[in-house]
Structures are given as C-alpha cells and as structure tokens.
C-alpha cells in the first residue's frame, strides 16, 4: 500500500509568487496536516482538515490556506511567497480526525528566491 | 507554552545503547510520538505511547514516560549506523484537531 504522497518533491519560486503543494493520504485516512519545517527546526503546524473541513490552524499568516477535496487529498496554497518560506512542506494524514497513528509523506521542498 | 524541548546531539559507538531524553509541556497530551529523520527525507513514525503508560517496548525501542515530570525518553537497544539521523519528540494537542508539537530534534551519530 502507498504511504502518504507529497508532490512536488522540489520546487523553486521567486518572491512574490504563489505555490500549490499537493498530498495523498494514505488509502481509508480521512485525516490531513500540514506542516512547514525550516532547516534545522523541528515541524510547525500549519492546518488540519477532517472531512473536508478545517479543524485546527497554527500560527501562519494568511497567506497560507489549504482545502481538503472529497477522495481527502489535500492542496497547500501560499500567496506572496517570502524568502522565509523557503522550508520542507510535510503532510501528515490519519484514520480520523485527533487520530493516534499519524504517518508523514516525504515533504515538498521548497525554495524561493 | 509550545516549548517541547531536546537535547541537540548525542554521540555513540556502534553496539551501544542510546537514551534521547524529550521533556514535554502539556500534562493533557493524551499520546506522545518519537520520530526518525533521515538527511533529506521525511518523517518517520517510530513508535507511540499513550499517556496512561509508563513503558512501551518495541524490538530494539524502548519507550518511558514520566508523566509527573513530563519526560519522555528513547531508548534505542544496540545501536546501528543505520540509525544515525535526527530523532523527534512530539505531544498531541487533542483540542487542535489533534496538531503535533514537536522538538527540536535530537542529532544521533553512530560512530564505528
């Protein structure tokens, strides 16, 4: 069975640009995170979305926003990208919503210049 | 506060044991994660402990937890050079829709 799946593995923007950043949960997980990792840090939250709602957001500014679709894969959008964006993007899914078993894909890399 | 915290490195020979220690902020963290990241890659799950449990083995992984003293820790039996790479702590906030908060991460270097 395929893991959690992230795409694209890397990407480079330039300040000002948007990105779309994709992830498939694994197959049944109805559950969706998303968390941005600078180098050298551990992961932040950044939203959680359960059945196509959103149930919890971290501390990120508004430019960032995300949406869950009906098959649960999940898209990551950021507006006005800043050099500080430049991080690894995680997505996490998850059986239910607060689910206990919480599996991380491979994480989009991505840096703006 | 979010502060999860770690030690950042830990050095060790092949065949030894390893302990990462993790303390921990928020007493109603229902479950509390250990993960391993290799360079360039993401993460992956190790292991989990509720937190009713004072132990969780799992093959060559033993997991304690101190709930008192919010202390976590990883034990890692035998220790590989395959396991090299950055060990995470993580609690789970269940009123955030269950949203992970994470250490630091612990640098192991298994040496030869």
């Known amino acids: 069975d395929a893991g959690v799946t992230q795409s694209p593995t890397h990407l480079i923007k330039t300040r000002g640009q948007h990105v779309t950043l994709r992830c498939s949960p694994i197959?049944?997980?109805?559950?969706v995170s998303w968390y941005q990792q600078v180098l050298g840090q551990g992961p932040q939250f950044i939203f959680q979305?359960?059945?196509?709602?959103?149930?919890g957001r971290g501390n990120f500014p508004d430019r960032f926003s995300a949406r869950q679709f009906p098959n649960y894969s999940s898209e990551l959008n950021v507006n006005a990208l800043l050099l500080g964006d430049s991080a690894l993007y995680l997505c996490?899914?998850?059986?239910?919503?607060?689910?206990?078993?919480?599996?991380f894909g491979e994480g989009s890399w991505l840096t703006v210049v | 506060g979010e502060d999860v915290e770690q030690s950042l490195f830990l050095s060790v020979r092949e065949g030894d044991s390893s302990v990462i220690n993790c303390t921990y902020t928020?007493?109603?963290?229902?479950?509390l994660y250990w993960y391993k990241q290799e360079p360039g890659a993401g993460l992956q799950l190790l292991t989990y402990?509720?937190?009713?449990?004072d132990m969780k083995q799992d093959q060559r992984l033993t997991v304690l937890l101190n709930k008192k003293d919010k202390h976590l820790s990883l034990r890692i039996a035998d220790t590989q050079t395959g396991d090299s790479a950055i060990y995470f702590c993580?609690?789970?906030?269940?009123?955030?829709?269950?949203?992970?908060?994470f250490g630091q991460g612990t640098e192991l270097s298994v040496k030869p």
């Open positions: 996490a899914s998850s059986l239910q919503n607060s689910g206990n078993t919480i599996y």
């Open positions: 197959s049944g997980h109805k559950s």
């Open positions: 979305y359960y059945e196509k709602e959103e149930r």
């Open positions: 928020d007493s109603s963290s229902t479950y």
């Open positions: 402990i509720f937190s009713n449990m």
């Open positions: 993580a609690e789970k906030w269940d009123n955030q829709g269950g949203k992970l908060i």
